[in-house]
């Protein structure tokens, strides 16, 4: 079955980057997009940006433009999402999840647990 | 503030029929499909409805979506205790270049 399992938590100063991988089973990872979405503690869902496994491609949301990198290492179907000049409001659960797409309908199939990023002095 | 609008919260009794709406533009809802994820505390979201209307397999259907123009709605018949989670409605967007927009989610309470 479709597993996405993701790194463990971690806690940043601010300033700092992190860098968050989220492994994927049970299918071809190349063949679906991968999307990033974070949730600020008691706060809703926000959309990060996607990575396309099979050409690199991403496609980010504006407000973390320049300081959000997608990447992934399709040897290891691993895709990882890296956020630097941490401040205290990016302490959050941030989840990879898997698009499937059916014609013009998209949607998130697919998730994986989550990984709680803190940024604390 | 979300590109989507949900109400903050619902509630309803056991056996009580409860509906969620969610409310967008022509950009997302109305040229977009609608998709709708429960979360349970302390877990990832799960998808719930996609396509406007469609279950996944599992998902009972005490869970229905429906669609009309710009606006969405989740219905939920039959509430049980395990019900209780928040629903968060989500829309790819054609005006910010194919980027996903969700609403800022619904806590149901089953009183």
């Known amino acids: 079955q479709v597993q996405l399992v993701q790194s463990g938590a971690e806690v940043k100063e601010p300033g700092a980057s992190t860098k968050i991988s989220c492994k994927a089973s049970?299918?071809?990872?190349?063949?679906?997009?991968l999307h990033w979405v974070r949730q600020a503690p008691g706060q809703g869902l926000e959309w990060m940006g996607w990575i396309n496994p099979n050409s690199g491609d991403t496609n980010y949301a504006q407000k973390f433009q320049g300081r959000v990198t997608m990447t992934r290492d399709t040897s290891i179907s691993t895709a990882y999402m890296e956020l630097g000049s941490l401040r205290s409001d990016d302490t959050a659960f941030y989840y990879c999840a898997r698009r499937y797409s059916s014609g013009w309908r998209n949607w998130f199939d697919s998730w994986g647990q989550g990984t709680l990023v803190t940024v604390s002095s | 503030q979300s590109v989507l609008t949900q109400p903050p919260s619902a509630s309803g009794t056991p056996g009580q029929r409860v509906t969620i709406s969610c409310s967008g533009s022509r950009s997302n809802i109305g040229r977009n499909s609608v998709n709708w994820y429960r979360q349970l505390p302390g877990t990832a979201p799960k998808l719930l409805i996609h396509s406007d209307y469609q279950r996944p397999s599992g998902v009972p259907d005490r869970f229905s979506g429906s669609k009309s123009g710009t606006s969405a709605s989740l219905a939920i018949s039959g509430l049980r205790s395990e019900d209780e989670a928040d629903y968060y409605c989500a829309a790819w967007d054609d005006s910010l270049n194919g980027h996903v927009v969700f609403g800022g989610g619904t806590k149901l309470s089953v009183l």
């Open positions: 049970g299918y071809t990872f190349n063949d679906y997009f």
